[in-house]
């Protein structure tokens, strides 16, 4: 899972604030997953981006969270209104093709959301 | 629907002590992946393995063992000679063939496991 880069690796914010994760993938690689880890809970699928494009957004929230992946520069997921319950772990992995079962992805160090 | 389940929530074992995570899977897919991760104290996620549904042959690397067994949905995973570096959160996850599907990994809810000195 070396080479998947995530800042910041803790991050604590007010409720109401917002919160910027940051993913940047392998090198060479075009296709970026976030996933979300509530505290002793295996990890949710949230979003898959390629490079200016949402793919699949089925897993996530409707309201405040929104993510994007542009053509220069990492991928952010961003969320918005901060509350308690979005203090989670979240994982960024990245892929060189596109999602398939296969394909090995490579999973980030994570960031931790905490939410006072 | 696709299901992961892993029924030990937390397992303490004293080191050198053999120890079996259990993985029960659902999926209606005939072509779908299986996984391993290993999540230590410091947070970050590692690969383990990963196993295709056609091949059911058990796998072994070091201390480590893998036994599929598609008759049961299960892919059960077994530490030999436990260290107290094993200590950590397992966990089995799935992946399905279809397109729509693939961009996802379901994963169990883990596995807490405690190697005692």
């Known amino acids: 899972n070396a080479g998947v880069m995530q800042n910041p690796r803790h991050l604590v914010r007010r409720r109401g604030q917002e919160a910027r994760l940051r993913c940047s993938p392998m090198?060479?690689?075009?296709?970026v997953y976030w996933y979300r880890q509530l505290p002793e809970e295996g990890l949710k699928f949230m979003v898959y981006?390629?490079?200016?494009?949402?793919?699949?957004e089925s897993g996530m929230p409707k309201e405040r969270f929104s993510a994007e992946f542009p053509k220069e520069g990492p991928s952010i997921l961003r969320i918005q209104q901060v509350v308690r319950g979005d203090s989670a772990a979240y994982f960024c992995?990245?892929?060189?093709?596109?999602?398939?079962?296969?394909?090995?992805?490579?999973f980030g160090e994570g960031s931790w959301l905490t939410v006072v | 629907a696709q299901k992961v389940t892993q029924a030990q929530t937390e397992i303490s074992v004293v080191e050198k002590e053999d120890v079996t995570l259990d993985c029960v899977y659902e999926?209606?897919?005939?072509?779908?992946?299986l996984f391993w991760y290993k999540q230590p104290p410091s947070g970050e996620l590692v690969f383990l393995i990963r196993?295709?549904?056609?091949?059911?042959q058990n796998e072994i690397s070091g201390r480590y063992s893998w036994n599929f067994q598609k008759s049961t949905s299960s892919f059960n995973f077994t530490i030999t000679a436990s260290q107290v570096v094993d200590s950590a959160v397992y966990f089995c996850?799935?992946?399905?063939?279809?397109?729509?599907?693939?961009?996802?990994?379901?994963f169990g809810s883990g596995t807490r496991l405690s190697i005692r000195p």
């Open positions: 992995a990245s892929s060189r093709d596109r999602a398939y079962p296969g394909n090995t992805i490579y």
């Open positions: 090198k060479g690689h075009s296709h």
């Open positions: 981006l390629q490079k200016e494009n949402i793919i699949d």
């Open positions: 999926t209606r897919d005939t072509t779908y992946y």
């Open positions: 196993r295709n549904s056609f091949d059911e």
């Open positions: 996850a799935l992946s399905e063939a279809g397109y729509s599907s693939a961009s996802k990994i379901i």
